[in-house]
């Protein structure tokens, strides 16, 4: 039977309540409340004083994974090898150096020559330099290894950048999905890990996907899952709460997977769905990566409800003899205005980007061409500069990128994986591998007609500290010019470069095909080039990085100029790669020739002709590390002098750290510890305040 008076004294079996003793008792209460109290207004001071000083710290020293979030579904990693059979898409600088996959495995290289051990940390390393490795602008998880990126997006205030990670080690394996968010693409905030392989359906990876806003400002998420028999099948997933702009919490479908690779294509070659289109009929319209024998392909699928899909008769587009196609990507340009577009805009004004990363050779190559709606095809402008035998982003290592629609700037913004041209060894000593590119905003080249401009955010600009302008400074034939512009490692350069136009008309013709890759790097003197920078160069210059053109002249008199990167020099250490990377760059006429570089430690980002030919470099200085790095313009032309105009700023570091509680305070309130100074006195006096009075009323009960 239910107490009716739960609250009253306990009474006599005669109905009269207990007294005597039980005042008594009431008296003993009365003190221990007494010294209970007290003790509570002094735990109350010190637990507000421990709170502030854990909360300040947590905001440093968070890891990845550490969150007080309530998750909906908790999500563990699962520790495994290698699927096999599956690509590690890994930047493959040089091909057939095991890292000791599963058999079947595409081997993730680790560009060290052949013989050099991949499990002892070689000479010359040592912990300086490899801390002077990281990067101090470039977006990078706390440690381990990260590749694609994934499914990036601009949500309720907020960008949003999902990456394959490994959060068990410095080498690939064990993919789930990282997640960080920013105001600005520049500093960032870790969150805890958004999906693991925690189903059947992607136990054995939870590969690339991509974001789709929906017209009701929804969001929905398709992603490539590895089965538990390796099979590549295609998710859908979702916010568990989409009021939550950090997007915490993410809910894989009940019914997953929602495609699986149809017949004639192979369970291992059919994965990374893109962003989807709407078509006029009102259905939404993805493509998925896949091959035939060695044809590369892009299947095409419609959909009203992103479980149900209705897969179209032939391809997207077809290249024989590509291979595999990864990170397939699709999205229009404007031909008239210099703004980005929705991935659905279509018409007349309009041009399409086919965009595909190339399993076999790992680079990425785009074309421009005509999409047609009605049957879901593509046609390039030009066969010879197809999909994956033409134009590429990036002449350097530069892998499975991604753009997404900024719907916050009306722009298109271009990701892009930088894998690392070091030893694994060394990987595993420093404890991470791999970043991402800086942010690049994507146009189209009105005045080729065949080419994208590729160019850094214009955030990135936020760091530039203090600047140094050297005005046409004249670099004769041969020589080098030492520019004073103090630390090395982190600098925003642009150079424009002016030649003698008389000697361009002396100079030699000649049959010979030049390219950046065989022609014999920065040293090789010919007529026209090179000329250009050295970066990451010690005073003795026995390291340099020297980013230039070169001007070649055939027998008919024509002129056509490459831009390159050499690394042949770049390091003293036996076990990094050392590649010259470049190509061809259109310059039209009366252009000056110019380039821009983003320098950050181990990488070095360089744009010319206004991002018309990219080229990404990993460097690994023994010696030019620090304020040992020097910079440098340099002339090794025989026929032409160079006249040089140079600005150059030092670079700030981003704030790029683990998100806090705390965080959603007001700057103010982050950057001033007054609050807290004035407030913990005053909780102690309340504390205190409010002890007394309840004292003060129970010895007027007694």
Known sequence: MVDTKPLLPASNSDGSYLTGSCVNSLKSIKVNLTIFCGLLAVGLFAALLIGNYWSDNARIHGSLASSTSKRTHPLRPVSRGPAQGVSEKTSGIWAGVSRGPAPGVSEKTSRVRAGVSGNILPEPWNSTMLEWQRTAFHFQPEKNWMNDPNGPLFYNGWYHFFYQYNPNGAVWGDIVWGHAVSKDLINWFHLPLAMVADQWYDKNGVWTGSATILPDGKIVMLYTGSTTEAVQVQNLAFPANHSDPF???????????????????????????????????????????????????????????????????GELHAVSGTGMWECVDFFPVSKTEEKGLDTSINGPEVKHVVKVSLDDDRHDYYALGTYHEKNGSWIPDLTEIDVGIGIRYDY??????????????????????????????????????????????????????????????????????????????????????????????????????????????KATGSNITFSCQTGGGAAKSGALGPFGILVLADESLSEQTPVYFYIAKDSDGDLKTFFCTDLSRSSKAPDVDKQIFGSYVPVLKDENLSLRVLMDHSIVESFAQGGRTVITSRIYPTEAINGASKMFLFNNATETCVSASVKIWQMDSAFIRPYSDDDDKDDDDRKSTAPCLLLCPINYIVSCVTSLYFIYHVSKFS
């Open 247 to 313: 997007l915490i919490d993410w809910i894989k479908y009940h019914g997953n997977p929602v495609l699986v690779p149809p017949p004639g294509i192979y369970k291992k070659d059919f994965r990374d769905p893109t962003t989807a289109w709407l078509t006029s009929e009102g259905k939404w319209r993805i493509t998925i990566g896949s091959k035939r024998n060695k044809t590369g392909i892009s299947l095409v699928y419609d959909t009203k409800d992103f479980i149900n899909y209705e897969m179209l008769e």
């Open 396 to 505: 350097g290592i530069f892998y499975a990128s991604k753009t997404f629609y900024d719907q916050n700037k009306n722009r298109r913004v271009l990701w892009g994986w930088i894998g690392e041209g070091d030893s694994e060894a060394a990987d595993m000593d420093k404890g991470w591998a791999s970043l991402q590119s800086i942010p690049r905003t994507i146009l189209f080249d009105n005045k080729t007609g065949t080419n994208l401009l590729q160019w850094p955010v214009e955030e990135i600009e936020s760091l530039r500290l203090n600047g140094t302008e050297f005005e046409k400074v004249q670099v004769k034939a041969g020589s080098v010019v030492p520019l004073d512009v103090g630390p090395g490692s982190q600098l925003d350069i642009i150079a424009e470069f002016e030649i003698d136009k008389e000697a361009l008309k």
